[in-house]
C-alpha cells in the first residue's frame, strides 16, 4: 500500500504535534517536510530533521496531503491553494473565521474527488466516541458543556468563542445532538485581549426541545474540559481530561445480602471503560483511511460549516451586550 506524501503546514504548537505524529506514522505516512515563515518555530522541530520548505507553493507541489496549522485567519488562503493543487487537506479547526469563508473552501472541494477534513480532535476523544455511543438511545433534556483554561498569549487571532468553545460547540451540534438552534443567548467578558472575548456563556435551545449550556474561558487558572447530560433515565457526566466517564441512574432492585439491610438504593453508578487512545492519532489514521476509502470524514467540511453557523449566532449574541 503507497504511502501517502504529507506536509505540514505551520510548525506552532499542534502543527508541531501534527509533525512528530506523522513522522511515526510511518504505515500511513511519508513525512515530505514542512512550511513556516518563521524560524524560531522551526527550531522547535528540528529534533524531526524535516525538509524545510521556502514557500507555501513548494511544499504543495511535492505532496498528495497536507495538513493546514496555520493560524485561522491564513485557512481560507491556504485551503484554496491547496484545492488548486488538488490535494487532501486537513485543516485545523475552525475550517475559516466564517461560515461564509468556511463554505467557499468546501464549494472548493467539491467534486474534485479529493478529502478535506477538519481538525476537530475532541471529535476524536475517546471520551466523546463512548458518550455519543451512550446518550444514542437515550431522551435528553439538557446538556451542560464547560471548557476553561489559563491565559494563551499565542492566540491572537480569535476569541474565546471562536478559540475554545468552538470545541463543544461541533461536540453538541454534531455528536450529541444533531438539531437545529431555535434560540441563542450569550454573554461574556473582555479581560485580556484588546478586542476579543476571553470569557463566554451561551444558552441554546433546539428544535427537538434541549436546552444546552455552554461556557468557555481562557482567564481561569485551571484546566476544565467537562460535559453533563441530563437525561430522562440518567445522569451523564464526562470528563475529556482525566478521560473518565460516568452514568448515574436510579434504580428500584433488591440486592440479597442474606441480612436485612439499613439502607434503602436510590441509584447506581456506572464506570464506562474508556480506551487509552491519543485522539490526534486516531484523528491522523481516520484522515489516512478517508484518503484511501473515498468515505466522508467525520469531521467533515459540512459538520465544520454548521458548527461555525452557530458559533456566528452566539458571537453575535455575546458581543451586542
Given at each position: 500500500m503507497?504511502?501517502?506524501?504529507?506536509?505540514?503546514?505551520?510548525a506552532?504548537?499542534?502543527g508541531?504535534n501534527?509533525i512528530?505524529?506523522?513522522?511515526?506514522?510511518?504505515?500511513d505516512?511519508?513525512?515530505?517536510?514542512?512550511?513556516?515563515?518563521?524560524h524560531e518555530?522551526?527550531k522547535?522541530?528540528e529534533?524531526?530533521?524535516?525538509?524545510v520548505?521556502?514557500t507555501?507553493e513548494?511544499?504543495m507541489d511535492s505532496?498528495?496531503?497536507?495538513?493546514i496549522?496555520?493560524?485561522?485567519?491564513?485557512?481560507?488562503e491556504i485551503?484554496l491553494?491547496?484545492?488548486?493543487?488538488g490535494?487532501?487537506?486537513?485543516v485545523?479547526?475552525p475550517?475559516?473565521?466564517t461560515?461564509s469563508?468556511?463554505?467557499?473552501i468546501s464549494d472548493?472541494y467539491?467534486?474534485?474527488?479529493k478529502?478535506?477534513?477538519?481538525g476537530?480532535?475532541?471529535?476524536?476523544?475517546?471520551?466523546?466516541?463512548e458518550l455519543q455511543?451512550?446518550?444514542k438511545?437515550e431522551?435528553i433534556?439538557?446538556?451542560?458543556m464547560?471548557?476553561?483554561?489559563?491565559?494563551?498569549?499565542r492566540?491572537?487571532?480569535?476569541?474565546?468563542?471562536q478559540?475554545?468553545m468552538?470545541h463543544?460547540?461541533?461536540?453538541?451540534?454534531?455528536?450529541l445532538?444533531p438539531?437545529s438552534a431555535t434560540?441563542?443567548?450569550?454573554n461574556?467578558?473582555i479581560?485580556?485581549?484588546?478586542?476579543?472575548?476571553d470569557?463566554a456563556?451561551s444558552?441554546?435551545t433546539?428544535?427537538?426541545?434541549v436546552?444546552a449550556?455552554?461556557?468557555?474561558s481562557?482567564?481561569t487558572?485551571?484546566?476544565?474540559?467537562?460535559?453533563?447530560?441530563?437525561a430522562?433515565r440518567c445522569?451523564?457526566?464526562a470528563?475529556l481530561l482525566?478521560k473518565t466517564l460516568?452514568?448515574t441512574r436510579?434504580?428500584?432492585?433488591k440486592?440479597?445480602?442474606?441480612?436485612?439491610p439499613?439502607?434503602?438504593?436510590?441509584n447506581v453508578?456506572?464506570?464506562?471503560?474508556?480506551?487509552?487512545?491519543?485522539?490526534?492519532?486516531m484523528e491522523?489514521?481516520?484522515f489516512?483511511?478517508?484518503i484511501?476509502t473515498?468515505k466522508?470524514?467525520?469531521?467533515?467540511?459540512?459538520?465544520?460549516?454548521?458548527?461555525?453557523?452557530v458559533?456566528e449566532k452566539i458571537s453575535?449574541?455575546?458581543y451586542?451586550?
Amino acid at each position: 500500500m503507497a504511502k501517502i506524501k504529507i506536509g505540514v503546514i505551520g510548525a506552532g504548537n499542534m502543527g508541531r504535534n501534527h509533525i512528530r505524529l506523522v513522522s511515526e506514522m510511518v504505515n500511513d505516512f511519508e513525512f515530505k517536510g514542512v512550511y513556516d515563515p518563521a524560524h524560531e518555530r522551526l527550531k522547535t522541530v528540528e529534533i524531526y530533521n524535516p525538509t524545510v520548505f521556502k514557500t507555501v507553493e513548494s511544499l504543495m507541489d511535492s505532496v498528495d496531503a497536507v495538513i493546514i496549522a496555520a493560524p485561522s485567519s491564513l485557512h481560507l488562503e491556504i485551503a484554496l491553494k491547496a484545492a488548486k493543487h488538488g490535494l487532501h487537506a486537513l485543516v485545523e479547526k475552525p475550517l475559516a473565521l466564517t461560515a461564509s469563508d468556511a463554505s467557499i473552501i468546501s464549494d472548493a472541494y467539491s467534486n474534485t474527488g479529493k478529502v478535506l477534513m477538519v481538525g476537530h480532535i475532541e471529535r476524536f476523544n475517546p471520551v466523546v466516541a463512548e458518550l455519543q455511543k451512550i446518550v444514542k438511545d437515550e431522551h435528553i433534556v439538557a446538556i451542560n458543556m464547560t471548557r476553561c483554561s489559563p491565559k494563551d498569549k499565542r492566540i491572537s487571532d480569535a476569541d474565546v468563542i471562536q478559540d475554545l468553545m468552538i470545541h463543544d460547540i461541533d461536540i453538541l451540534v454534531n455528536a450529541l445532538n444533531p438539531a437545529s438552534a431555535t434560540a441563542v443567548f450569550a454573554n461574556g467578558r473582555i479581560e485580556y485581549s484588546k478586542k476579543f472575548l476571553d470569557y463566554a456563556q451561551s444558552l441554546l435551545t433546539f428544535d427537538n426541545g434541549v436546552v444546552a449550556s455552554i461556557t468557555a474561558s481562557r482567564i481561569t487558572e485551571e484546566k476544565i474540559r467537562e460535559i453533563a447530560i441530563h437525561a430522562r433515565r440518567c445522569l451523564v457526566r464526562a470528563d475529556l481530561l482525566s478521560k473518565t466517564l460516568l452514568i448515574t441512574r436510579s434504580t428500584s432492585y433488591k440486592l440479597d445480602t442474606g441480612y436485612t439491610p439499613t439502607y434503602r438504593q436510590e441509584n447506581v453508578m456506572e464506570r464506562i471503560f474508556i480506551p487509552s487512545n491519543e485522539p490526534l492519532r486516531m484523528e491522523l489514521s481516520h484522515f489516512a483511511e478517508c484518503i484511501r476509502t473515498g468515505k466522508t470524514p467525520i469531521t467533515s467540511a459540512e459538520s465544520a460549516v454548521r458548527s461555525l453557523i452557530v458559533l456566528e449566532k452566539i458571537s453575535k449574541a455575546a458581543y451586542s451586550i
